[in-house]
């Protein structure tokens, strides 16, 4: 962890972000898990996966 993290971090503790930020925030991290979840449960389609071109 950088210094530039710590700053964040102390900055976010003295003046917490509002409740609508904290919202998106938790919905965008669900959302990602949501994909994850769904990718390992279903799997990843073949015509998505990257191909090796032949030299």
């Known amino acids: 962890m950088s210094l530039r993290h710590l700053w964040q971090m102390a900055r976010w503790a003295r003046n917490r972000p509002s409740e609508?930020?904290?919202?998106?925030?938790?919905?965008?991290?669900?959302?990602?898990?949501?994909?994850?979840?769904?990718?390992?449960?279903?799997?990843?389609?073949?015509g998505l996966a990257p191909q090796r071109l032949p030299r």
Do not use: M, N, T, Y
Request: glycine share 8%.
């Open 20 to 46: 609508g930020r904290v919202k998106l925030v938790l919905a965008v991290i669900a959302l990602c898990a949501a994909v994850v979840a769904l990718e390992w449960l279903v799997g990843f389609p073949d």
